[in-house]
């Protein structure tokens, strides 16, 4: 009776899934990925779709202007004088472009007054009494600004060479357009390729860009699938829709704009350097360095944890199995028992234990 009982202790079993799981999120830890927890380990090594954002995930985070068009007797310094003092607000990379330009350039916006911000499309407010507005071209249709010929052309142009466009006015004209471009980051096309050969097929990008400028990037990292000119409730439902063919779906991002796209998927995952406050708080996993690549050994570590606790699982009730046979045909002595319920314990702690050494490459 006694020898049943310390055999039937169930100490390996309770502890196998722990240790393993303690370990793995320390080595990811020590690699820079911080998981919230064993549960989302356990999603990432079951994943089947990944969605990405583009500006600050896909592209490196640093959008730069690289042309002023001002228009309707403007010059390229008021236009960025007054595109300045729209964005100082907000803490969209667009915005932080054109900050950085106008610092570059010797000037210092004044803020402007009565802010109303359009989430995802534009802002407008009040300067020197003067009502004007900032916004995408997409933001210029839907609230029927005027808009010329040629700002028409000269915004299709821009768009056409892969940049994004900031147009500028008050409400009788178009005051200009600011054209800004982010470049993708380095090894990204090698990133999705590896994520591929682990078997997560889709992949795809959101972005509130406008379509040709998304389908430019696209192509060049190697993505098929993307959705361009997207509201944040868009990204939202184009989660949704994965998630109704695809069990597990993780969003990468970095921005305000991400976090509603985040919560909606199986797991968030956040660009810790770069990204907002919002996003970190959001998101189940971050990574630290902002390094992509660091997505293919996540996947491969998340797929290792759970292969040792099936293997310790399996261990553990393979030697309770074993012993409570030896202990009902009376082979069974008090000591083997306890020999055998430590021993196992050992041997499951030791190889959870084994997590702790994997390191990512990076």
Known sequence: GLVMLVIACPCALVISTPVSIVSALTAAARSGVLIKGGVYLEAIGKLDAIAFDKTG???????????????????????????????????HPLARAILQKAEEKGISPAPAEDFQIYQGLGAEATIDGQRFWIGSHRFMHEQKRKESPEAHTAALD????????????????????????????PNIFETFAAIRELGVKKLVMLTGDNQKTAETLAKEVGLEDFYAELMPEDKVNAIEELKKTHAIVAMVGDGVNDAPAMAASSFGIAMGAMGTDAAFETADVVLMTDDLSQLPWMIRHARRTLQIIKQNIGFSLGIKALFITLALVGLATLWMAIAADTGASLIVVFNGLRLLKRKSSK
């Open 158 to 185: 821009l768009e056409d060479a892969g940049h994004s466009v900031v147009a500028i006015g008050d409400f009788t004209h178009i005051c200009g357009l600011i054209s800004i471009a982010d470049q993708a980051r």
């Open 57 to 91: 995930t896909v592209t490196i985070g640093k959008p730069q202007v690289q042309k002023i068009v001002p228009l309707n007797e403007h010059t390229e310094d008021d236009l960025l004088e007054i595109a300045a003092k729209l964005e100082k607000p907000s803490e």
